[in-house]
């Protein structure tokens, strides 16, 4: 039998634990960014709010809507699109997260 190496071993976990924190935390803060930034219009679940219905906000579980690229979806996010407002002040990294938050969201 194979003994596996205590240092190798332990960085390997440790990397694992900081790896998935991260990726968690990076995941929480895109569903925050959402709820602030697009909830309003779009509703939690993403099928849109009583108000945002009525201005015409798309409905983000539609296939029409998940059938867009990641580029169309960071466009709109950046540069508004009828009366979303744009959101360019928002880092990249914030709209790459809202972008695969929005992909959650599918039927």
Not at 49 to 76: E, N, P, R
């Amino acid at each position: 039998m194979k003994r596996i190496n205590f240092k190798v071993f332990s960085f390997a976990t440790a990397l694992a634990v900081v790896l998935s924190l991260s990726l968690s935390a990076h995941a929480q803060s895109a569903a925050d960014l959402f709820k602030s930034k697009c909830a309003g219009c779009h509703g939690a679940d993403g099928t849109g709010s009583a108000m945002g219905k009525k201005m015409g906000a798309h409905d983000f579980t539609s296939a029409d809507v998940q059938g867009m690229s990641d580029a169309q979806l960071t466009d709109i996010i950046t540069n508004g699109k009828n009366k979303m407002q744009k959101y360019a002040s928002l880092k990249p990294e914030d709209i790459k997260g809202l972008v695969a938050y929005i992909r959650t969201l599918k039927k």
